[in-house]
């Protein structure tokens, strides 16, 4: 009595590489989550004592300080929560507006997909940063406007990967049984396409996270994202790079944070994948 | 006798199917009667399963009427349409391909019933799927399985049952033993005949198998090119067939070759499409010939068809 | 005298996720030069492979023990040079599928001509001349106009002729047919079948002719052996066995084919069960829970191969005239 999920779950766990990455993953989230908690500094504090002083037990100042004084590693692991906050809502966001989308395009063709496709190659060729402040300049600097532009955005390619998907799915003699059995296209659509999307859509998504996490931190390094006294990765990552000579830890240990995240992401899409394509027998 | 039990339950009139430029059905005609079966014969790209999917509007006809009891399924709403196929379904080639590998067996065959009779508890449509699955000779524990844990002659049985959980009046079987193993082939013919004859259903029973068709079919369909040739009563065309292309592929099943000039060729759009691989070809033949019944019951598409006969 | 080709032991085994699983299971057999045997069984026979493992042509997670000579020389776990060397030229094989197994974006000419390139040392135009040669001589129409196609812009018979007429350009000692009828339409068949026959009588080439259709073996084959789950079950000449079959599973088979003449039957014959996936066999005869005549020690003995060179069946309690 073993699914399709049950075999792809064997495959994965048989997948060293993917499970590491993702041990290190879920590792890296709870430190998100409760690591600024195990340090009695906050991230808004300025302790003048300790300005840009590298990572030492002074202060329980462990990965330093910048500038201003404030405790690293606990704006790190912030900026850390925000970054894959930003990453994965705004994935799941572009994950069920893509999903939906591309499937409804796909199954019913014709004319509909016709003018659905076009207005996807029309969302496509706006330039996204222009977009970004576009938006930022008509109603203001917010997270919540950061996380939905992005995710407006980042539903464009996943929706033209289930449709082509879709397309495909919709030749199979199971459709086609389904229409004889006398499924609506609603119907068809949920039941039977949308859960055969899974495998290449999961495995987009896992990347399309990453992707989203680089360009919320390209965004915030220059200076349109996450805004002070907040922090991203990324607007760590801007500070750091100006002081990239004097206080070197200021770059490595968020630019490290961010390399590390985004390869661990990277191998487990990679790894799932993998494990999902593999022929059932 | 009540003449409306001799009206034919289907009836196909002059039924054209194109894919874009390319004519691959041409006025098809021929009638179907309740509780018979008709086997539809021919090889690859004759048409049969092109025939199949347009009578069940799974694919567009261009031209013609698909009747069914009376109404036409070519010019019906689709509210009305997604209403008859309950009447009409079909079992396919692909044993497992047919089946949604992400749906479990009991949802597979529970479709028909969600859609048909929505106000089944969960209990009773678990009750239907078990009977049905003993019905096919499956076992009702088996519901919870997915459809690449069960053998090709296994699948097919859960198509089948999906087919007939609702005792259609029709059951189109496309090619369904083609892919089985011989030894396996009869089980499944066997299961048919069963349950047509117990749910008095129709079969229209298409394959390229002649020596199979024989034993399960009243009256025969054979196909070349997209046009129907030949129709018959059983017997008559496994013993007296007029048309040359049937006598051809029945000696062929005998294993009687016979060398084809122009094999390779693309079918003939107009005329008789068999014109250029026919033995008795003339002049005449590039006019195309229409479907005459030259004897009772007996149709063939042939103008030389009265000659032969002699 | 060693026969032409000589299969001794062989066992092909798949390593999957789950376990290994034989596919072949000792099976020894021998073709000599210029006969024809007919290899007959349904999925899960092992019939293929016994070839694919002859040819090298096993899938990577494949390993097969045993011996398979070739005129004398061991094929399996050859080196790929003397392989290749071997495949093509005096040991050719065709496939089921012929739009599978023709490259589709070289031409036909391309594709024959670089057999004879490739084995025979000849220049690409003395090549293609043979190659028209080829196709003339397996019936194709228009051979130079054939030589300039695609294999897609042929049908699946020509596809097929021209497989065949790819097979023999090297003069082979042996060609191993596998399937080579079951894609195409029965006239079609009809004429591949008689086309075998020709070449066969022409070149007087050994053909193995492996084929789930008895009527298609029976066409062509002198001896005709009959695979069950991974083994031979029965060997005999072609005319004794269709006579006479010894092994119940071959009397079944042949039973169940349905009849182009004859009385009409209510009910098709059929085998109950289906044939046993590798990993469900189990001790004794891996035929027992299908047979008629099964008994006790049918299911915890597995019988071997008895009788005498002409004849032989794998069964306790063999059909015997």
Redesign the interface.
């Not at chain 2, 929505?118 to 049905?132: D, F, N, Q, T």
């Given at each position: 009595?073993?699914?399709?999920l049950d075999d792809a779950a064997?495959?994965l766990r048989?997948n060293s590489g993917a499970l590491s990455a993702m041990l290190v993953i879920a590792a890296m989230i709870l430190l998100a989550l409760i690591g600024p908690w195990l340090n009695p500094n906050h991230g808004e504090t300025l302790d003048w004592l300790h300005v840009a002083m590298r990572p030492a037990a002074q202060g329980a100042h462990w990965f330093g300080t910048d500038r201003l004084g404030r405790d690293l590693y606990v704006r790190t692991l912030e900026g850390a929560r925000v970054s894959l906050a930003v990453g994965l809502v705004a994935s799941a966001v572009s994950l069920l507006v893509g999903i939906g989308y591309g499937a409804v395009a796909g199954y019913l063709g014709g004319r509909t997909d016709h003018v659905m496709m076009r207005i996807i190659e029309i969302l496509s060729g706006l330039p996204l940063v222009f977009f970004v402040i576009f938006l930022t300049v008509i109603f203001g600097r917010s997270e919540y406007l950061l996380f939905l532009s992005i995710g407006a955005v980042g539903w464009l390619t996943m929706a033209r990967i289930v449709r082509g998907q879709t397309l495909s799915i919709r030749q199979?003699?199971?459709i086609?049984?389904?229409?004889?059995?006398?499924?609506?296209s609603r119907?068809i659509i949920v039941?039977?396409v949308i859960?055969?999307l899974?495998g290449p859509v999961v495995v987009y998504a896992t990347l399309t996270v990453p992707q989203i996490i680089m360009f919320e931190s390209f965004l915030s390094f220059l200076g349109l994202g996450i805004q002070e006294p907040h922090a991203s990765l990324g607007t760590l990552i801007a500070e750091g790079a100006g002081e990239m000579e004097a206080a070197p830890w200021m770059l490595l240990i968020p630019g490290g944070f961010l390399a590390l995240l985004l390869l661990c992401l990277n191998i487990f899409g990679d790894g799932l994948r993998d494990a999902l394509d593999a022929k059932?027998? | 006798m009540n003449p409306a039990a001799t009206d034919p339950m289907l009836r196909i009139a002059g039924l054209d199917v194109r894919f874009g430029p390319r004519q691959v059905l041409f006025d098809v005609s021929f009638e179907l009667f309740a509780g018979e079966t008709v086997g539809v014969v021919g090889e690859s790209g004759s048409g049969k399963s092109t025939l199949a999917r347009a009578i069940l509007r799974l694919i567009p006809a261009d031209k013609g009427a698909i009747l069914w009891r009376g109404r036409d399924l070519r010019s019906c709403d689709s509210s009305t349409l997604q209403r008859l196929r309950r009447e009409l379904q079909i079992v396919f080639q692909d044993p497992l391909g047919s089946l949604n590998p992400r749906m479990t067996v009991a949802d597979t065959i529970a479709e028909p019933l969600r859609i048909f009779e929505p106000g089944l508890s969960a209990g009773e449509r678990s009750v239907r799927i078990g009977a049905m699955l003993e019905r096919v000779g499956l076992e009702a524990g088996m519901a919870d399985r997915y459809p690449h844990e069960f053998s090709g002659g296994q699948c097919q049985r859960i198509g089948i049952a999906r087919a007939m959980i609702l005792s259609p009046a029709l059951l189109i079987c496309d090619e369904p033993v083609s892919s089985l193993d011989v030894s396996v082939q009869g089980q499944i013919v066997n299961l048919l005949l069963d349950l047509q004859r117990d749910a008095g259903t129709a079969l229209l029973f298409i394959s390229h198998n002649l020596a199979l068709v024989r034993h399960l079919s009243h009256r025969i369909l054979v196909m070349y090119a997209g046009r129907l040739i030949e129709i018959a009563a059983r017997d008559v065309v496994y013993e007296k067939p007029l048309h040359p292309y049937t006598r051809t592929l029945l000696a062929a099943a005998a294993g009687q070759a016979e060398f084809i000039a122009t094999d390779g060729a693309a079918p003939l759009q107009t005329g008789c499409a068999y014109r250029d691989r026919c033995r008795y070809a003339l002049p005449l033949c590039a006019a195309r010939p229409a479907l005459e019944e030259i004897d009772t019951g007996h149709f063939v598409a042939c103008h030389r068809a009265r000659e032969l006969l002699s | 005298m060693t026969s032409l080709l000589q299969v001794a032991g062989l066992t092909v085994s798949f390593s999957r996720p789950t376990g290994s699983i034989e596919a072949v299971r000792q099976v020894s057999l021998e073709v000599e030069a210029c006969e024809c045997l007919g290899i007959v069984g349904e999925s899960g026979s092992g019939k293929t492979q016994v070839f694919m493992a002859a040819m090298g042509l096993l899938a990577s997670n494949a390993a097969a023990a045993g011996s398979v000579r070739f005129a004398g020389e061991e094929l399996l776990a050859a080196p790929r040079a003397r392989l290749n060397r071997v495949r093509g030229s005096k040991l050719a094989m065709i496939f089921q599928d012929p739009m599978t197994s023709l490259t589709p974006h070289l031409t036909i000419g391309t594709q024959m001509a670089e057999v004879l390139v490739y084995h025979g040392g000849l220049s690409w135009g003395e090549a293609r001349g043979a190659a028209r040669r080829m196709l003339a001589r397996v019936q194709v129409p228009e051979p130079e106009r054939r030589l300039n196609q695609y294999p897609h812009e042929l049908s699946g018979g020509l596809r097929q002729r021209v497989m065949i007429g790819m097979s023999l350009l090297c003069e082979p000692a042996l060609v191993i047919a596998d399937e080579p009828t079951t894609a195409l339409d029965v006239t079609v068949q009809a004429q591949i079948i008689a086309l075998l026959r020709l070449m066969r009588r022409e070149l007087g080439m050994a053909l193995v002719l492996i084929s789930h259709d008895l009527g298609v073996v029976a066409g062509l084959a002198d001896r005709i052996l009959v695979m069950y789950a991974g083994r031979i079950v029965e060997t005999a000449g072609a005319v004794d066995l269709f006579e006479r079959a010894r092994h119940p599973y071959t009397a079944e088979l042949l039973n169940c084919i349905p009849r182009l003449s004859g009385p009409r039957l209510d009910r098709l014959p059929t085998l109950a069960g289906q044939p046993p996936r590798p990993q469900e066999i189990g001790a004794g005869c891996a035929f027992a829970p299908r047979c008629p005549r099964a008994a006790e020690r049918c299911r915890v003995e597995r019988p071997e191969l008895q009788g005498d060179t002409a004849r032989q069946a794998a069964c306790h309690f063999p059909l015997l005239p």
């Amino acid at each position: 009595m073993r699914s399709f999920l049950d075999d792809a779950a064997r495959r994965l766990r048989a997948n060293s590489g993917a499970l590491s990455a993702m041990l290190v993953i879920a590792a890296m989230i709870l430190l998100a989550l409760i690591g600024p908690w195990l340090n009695p500094n906050h991230g808004e504090t300025l302790d003048w004592l300790h300005v840009a002083m590298r990572p030492a037990a002074q202060g329980a100042h462990w990965f330093g300080t910048d500038r201003l004084g404030r405790d690293l590693y606990v704006r790190t692991l912030e900026g850390a929560r925000v970054s894959l906050a930003v990453g994965l809502v705004a994935s799941a966001v572009s994950l069920l507006v893509g999903i939906g989308y591309g499937a409804v395009a796909g199954y019913l063709g014709g004319r509909t997909d016709h003018v659905m496709m076009r207005i996807i190659e029309i969302l496509s060729g706006l330039p996204l940063v222009f977009f970004v402040i576009f938006l930022t300049v008509i109603f203001g600097r917010s997270e919540y406007l950061l996380f939905l532009s992005i995710g407006a955005v980042g539903w464009l390619t996943m929706a033209r990967i289930v449709r082509g998907q879709t397309l495909s799915i919709r030749q199979r003699e199971y459709i086609e049984a389904a229409v004889a059995s006398g499924a609506s296209s609603r119907r068809i659509i949920v039941k039977h396409v949308i859960p055969n999307l899974i495998g290449p859509v999961v495995v987009y998504a896992t990347l399309t996270v990453p992707q989203i996490i680089m360009f919320e931190s390209f965004l915030s390094f220059l200076g349109l994202g996450i805004q002070e006294p907040h922090a991203s990765l990324g607007t760590l990552i801007a500070e750091g790079a100006g002081e990239m000579e004097a206080a070197p830890w200021m770059l490595l240990i968020p630019g490290g944070f961010l390399a590390l995240l985004l390869l661990c992401l990277n191998i487990f899409g990679d790894g799932l994948r993998d494990a999902l394509d593999a022929k059932e027998r | 006798m009540n003449p409306a039990a001799t009206d034919p339950m289907l009836r196909i009139a002059g039924l054209d199917v194109r894919f874009g430029p390319r004519q691959v059905l041409f006025d098809v005609s021929f009638e179907l009667f309740a509780g018979e079966t008709v086997g539809v014969v021919g090889e690859s790209g004759s048409g049969k399963s092109t025939l199949a999917r347009a009578i069940l509007r799974l694919i567009p006809a261009d031209k013609g009427a698909i009747l069914w009891r009376g109404r036409d399924l070519r010019s019906c709403d689709s509210s009305t349409l997604q209403r008859l196929r309950r009447e009409l379904q079909i079992v396919f080639q692909d044993p497992l391909g047919s089946l949604n590998p992400r749906m479990t067996v009991a949802d597979t065959i529970a479709e028909p019933l969600r859609i048909f009779e929505p106000g089944l508890s969960a209990g009773e449509r678990s009750v239907r799927i078990g009977a049905m699955l003993e019905r096919v000779g499956l076992e009702a524990g088996m519901a919870d399985r997915y459809p690449h844990e069960f053998s090709g002659g296994q699948c097919q049985r859960i198509g089948i049952a999906r087919a007939m959980i609702l005792s259609p009046a029709l059951l189109i079987c496309d090619e369904p033993v083609s892919s089985l193993d011989v030894s396996v082939q009869g089980q499944i013919v066997n299961l048919l005949l069963d349950l047509q004859r117990d749910a008095g259903t129709a079969l229209l029973f298409i394959s390229h198998n002649l020596a199979l068709v024989r034993h399960l079919s009243h009256r025969i369909l054979v196909m070349y090119a997209g046009r129907l040739i030949e129709i018959a009563a059983r017997d008559v065309v496994y013993e007296k067939p007029l048309h040359p292309y049937t006598r051809t592929l029945l000696a062929a099943a005998a294993g009687q070759a016979e060398f084809i000039a122009t094999d390779g060729a693309a079918p003939l759009q107009t005329g008789c499409a068999y014109r250029d691989r026919c033995r008795y070809a003339l002049p005449l033949c590039a006019a195309r010939p229409a479907l005459e019944e030259i004897d009772t019951g007996h149709f063939v598409a042939c103008h030389r068809a009265r000659e032969l006969l002699s | 005298m060693t026969s032409l080709l000589q299969v001794a032991g062989l066992t092909v085994s798949f390593s999957r996720p789950t376990g290994s699983i034989e596919a072949v299971r000792q099976v020894s057999l021998e073709v000599e030069a210029c006969e024809c045997l007919g290899i007959v069984g349904e999925s899960g026979s092992g019939k293929t492979q016994v070839f694919m493992a002859a040819m090298g042509l096993l899938a990577s997670n494949a390993a097969a023990a045993g011996s398979v000579r070739f005129a004398g020389e061991e094929l399996l776990a050859a080196p790929r040079a003397r392989l290749n060397r071997v495949r093509g030229s005096k040991l050719a094989m065709i496939f089921q599928d012929p739009m599978t197994s023709l490259t589709p974006h070289l031409t036909i000419g391309t594709q024959m001509a670089e057999v004879l390139v490739y084995h025979g040392g000849l220049s690409w135009g003395e090549a293609r001349g043979a190659a028209r040669r080829m196709l003339a001589r397996v019936q194709v129409p228009e051979p130079e106009r054939r030589l300039n196609q695609y294999p897609h812009e042929l049908s699946g018979g020509l596809r097929q002729r021209v497989m065949i007429g790819m097979s023999l350009l090297c003069e082979p000692a042996l060609v191993i047919a596998d399937e080579p009828t079951t894609a195409l339409d029965v006239t079609v068949q009809a004429q591949i079948i008689a086309l075998l026959r020709l070449m066969r009588r022409e070149l007087g080439m050994a053909l193995v002719l492996i084929s789930h259709d008895l009527g298609v073996v029976a066409g062509l084959a002198d001896r005709i052996l009959v695979m069950y789950a991974g083994r031979i079950v029965e060997t005999a000449g072609a005319v004794d066995l269709f006579e006479r079959a010894r092994h119940p599973y071959t009397a079944e088979l042949l039973n169940c084919i349905p009849r182009l003449s004859g009385p009409r039957l209510d009910r098709l014959p059929t085998l109950a069960g289906q044939p046993p996936r590798p990993q469900e066999i189990g001790a004794g005869c891996a035929f027992a829970p299908r047979c008629p005549r099964a008994a006790e020690r049918c299911r915890v003995e597995r019988p071997e191969l008895q009788g005498d060179t002409a004849r032989q069946a794998a069964c306790h309690f063999p059909l015997l005239p």
